[in-house]
DNA sequence: GTCTATACTTAGATAGAC
DNA sequence: GTCTATCTAAGTATAGAC
């Protein structure tokens, strides 16, 4: 179906495709005959909408972003200060890299390349996550002598790797490294520990599993 | 020098300029071209010495967890039970990151093109954390309702996430979004947190800053 | 807009002289 | 062991018919 002429539904199954090859092999070891078998169509055709290999990788990226923020605008970002703002920035962190598995690995694959831009719409989120967590230790919710950069870093990793070194992180249960834990045991148990290592100094308030 | 028959001279200078390589630019992205002008010597001759582009390949890696056994061998594992095995834990894989960026970025671009298998030596490092941080527990040194597998991706994700998205950080932190923050401070301040995060529930000693 | 045919380039790998 | 010359396959990209 739609095999003659419908310039925007041939882009986007172009997009479809060219997305899913570069999450899994990256820029360089995506060829644009793969990306013409999975969509059923022509490799000129795939240049003819989008000029070269690159314009193609960039148009990728760029329709990954328009579709993320289109989403975010649906649901704003919460306001810092709920009480427990660290939860909640671990939480949206966890599900970020659960419900974005091709933009996490493209970003991956980028950044191995050397690409530290940042995404679309990444900023918005760091400032929010820098603010809030400002905040929250101005009101002694959190302890103050942990830079927000740390912060973030400390949560960003745990879940990254978590979502990232899936495969490589069953290896070693395979071999009784370790014993299983699930996606909500884990979300639980890191978000336990890193509450409590932030909960402000000299007083009595953890109370948490 | 040393431009004619010296096998093993040829093969370390050739490992050399493709370890380099592969970390830089993943396995698609170099070429045997780049590494023969890189060590200086002939296409041919690197395929004469490892048949193939793979065979190079798995020969750098060869080379790499060899170098680094050889470096264990020198400094075998503490053991567990120091009092204060978190802190060790994370100094070391702290370390490890500093210290071995081009097998980090080769394990990183094996990883996302989906190679999950363990690099020699790696298990035997596992063990280690998993049975000191079993060995901790027992002795109420740090809680047990956190499974050893959440404490090492915690701690391994805080870690990696530092050493690999500098650059990105970087750019949040030129824009404004964080405000800088060192190595040592960042090492510090992590550890802070997890080790404070994983006392004994109930007593009252934590102390640390 | 879409395809087939094809040009051009570069990749991995081999042949064979030295 | 090492090189030059070269092969073949595969890659990106273009030409031109439809």
Not at 19 to 34: K, P, Q
Not at 62 to 85: C, E, H, M, T, Y
Not at 137 to 152: G, M, V, Y
Not at 154 to 160: D, F, K, P, T, Y
């Amino acid at each position: 179906m739609a095999a003659a002429r419908d310039g925007e539904g041939t882009r986007r199954k172009i997009l479809g495709a060219a997305e899913e090859l570069f999450a899994e092999r990256g820029f360089d070891g995506t060829t644009i005959r793969e990306v013409a078998e999975r969509s059923g169509l022509s490799g000129p055709l795939i240049l003819f909408h989008f000029q070269t290999k690159e314009g193609l990788y960039e148009a990728v990226k760029d329709d990954i972003v328009r579709r993320w923020q289109a989403n975010l605008d649906g649901s704003p970002l919460p306001k810092g200060g709920a009480g427990a703002f660290v939860d909640v920035m671990i939480e949206a962190a966890f599900a970020f890299y659960r419900d974005n598995p091709t933009m996490v690995r493209i970003a991956n694959w980028g950044r191995l390349a050397g690409d530290d831009a940042p995404w679309g719409g990444e900023e918005e989120i760091h400032r929010w996550y820098r603010t809030s967590l400002v905040e929250a230790q101005r009101r002694k919710e959190i302890r103050d002598d942990i830079s927000p950069l740390a912060i973030t870093a400390l949560i960003s990793g745990a879940v990254h790797v978590w979502w990232e070194f899936r495969g490589h992180m069953e290896e070693h249960v395979r071999q009784g490294s370790y014993e299983p834990l699930s996606d909500d045991a884990y979300l639980d148990q890191i978000t336990a520990v890193i509450r409590r290592g932030l909960a402000p100094l000299g007083g009595e308030k953890e109370k948490e599993a």
